[in-house]
């Protein structure tokens, strides 16, 4: 929740983004060498609408504005945090 709305203080350096670009499409590249996770990838973003082998050109076309766009709308009264606790055993 605090990284979230954290977001909105920091500057984000355009290198750093880019970069973490590049990491993107790489681990996406290299989930694709699994059948697993080919196929977990593929019905996701059928779904979604989404021809998945476009992926890696929708990465390259984030600009630094849209994350900025969508940090500004971040609000803290929007955030949900949901706890799991394991089953206490009953003696």
């Not at 984000?12 to 790489?26: H, S």
């Not at 060498?33 to 998945?52: D, K, P, V």
Request: net charge positive; proline share 2%; glycine share 4%.
């Amino acid at each position: 929740r605090k990284n979230l709305v954290g977001l909105k203080r920091r500057t984000i350096d355009l290198d750093a983004f880019e970069r973490q670009k590049k990491v993107m499409q790489g681990d996406f590249i290299k989930s694709l060498n699994s059948l697993e996770n080919y196929n977990i990838t593929f019905t996701a973003h059928i779904l979604e609408g989404i021809n998945m082998f476009d992926v890696p050109n929708i990465i390259a076309n984030i600009t630094l504005e849209d994350v900025k766009a969508v940090i500004k709308d971040i609000k803290e009264s929007h955030i949900t945090t949901l706890k799991i606790y394991p089953k206490k055993d009953k003696k």
